[in-house]
């Protein structure tokens, strides 16, 4: 389905207008029964132009709502009063990589799951749980997120997975893309803190 952004039309061929005994194609959307909600968008019907103009002439948006829930759904602040994560007193700031540092969103994703993996992997070192875990500091378990490896890594593990972030953030590697190169410098101060680690 492919939106024209000619009055809202949505070409898409098959689909009939849905006013009775019309043949034209349905490319205009119009509110179905089942309104927007938790449950997902709700439904849609489908009009051509002439039947969705007519729709949109008589539609209410409040029809079947009681008094105060049309005084509610009309304040200035309707949808404001429940606390969302973005706007609580934290700013949803958890720690984690935030997605608009990144162009890439996989590298977004990558980030994030890293990210993860360290907090996962410092947590198992501190309760002991993982083998060779507490042989890491804070620093050298921050570097082990940096390159995507747990603590069980070994100099062949590390040197694979340093060939192949370089690859992949080196522009002189990746088709000459320089966005990457503040990556770059810490998988290289990761490998160079781990390289004595490890070995």
């Known amino acids: 389905m492919r939106n024209t952004k000619f009055h809202g039309r949505y070409e898409c061929k ?29 439904d849609y019907r489908w009009f051509c132009l002439e ?39 934290t700013g949803g700031v958890d720690g984690m990589p935030r997605w608009g540092d990144f162009h890439d969103p996989l590298d977004a994703i990558g980030a994030r799951a890293a990210e993860l993996r360290r907090r996962a992997a410092g947590r198992s070192a501190e309760n002991g749980w993982a083998q060779g ?3 890491f500091n804070a ?18 593990e590390l040197r694979a997975r340093y060939s192949q972030l370089v690859r992949k953030y080196h522009p002189d590697r990746n088709g ?22 490890v070995g």
């Open 51 to 89: 039947h969705v103009r007519a729709f949109n002439s008589g539609y209410d948006f409040f029809e079947g709502m009681s008094a105060d829930e049309i005084l509610a759904a009309q304040s200035p602040i309707a949808g404001w009063e429940r606390e969302v994560k973005a706007f609580r007193p």
């Open 14 to 42: 098959g689909r009939v207008c849905e006013a009775p005994g019309c043949e034209e194609a349905g490319e205009f959307r119009a509110p179905g029964p089942r309104r927007p909600g938790f449950d997902g968008p709700g």
């Open 133 to 135: 875990g507490a042989r």
């Open 176 to 197: 000459g893309d320089r966005r990457h190169e503040a990556k770059l410098q810490r998988v290289v101060e990761a490998y160079q803190l781990l390289r004595k680690a």
């Open 139 to 156: 620093q050298e378990r921050e570097a082990l997120g940096t390159m995507g490896l747990d603590p069980q890594t070994d100099t062949k």
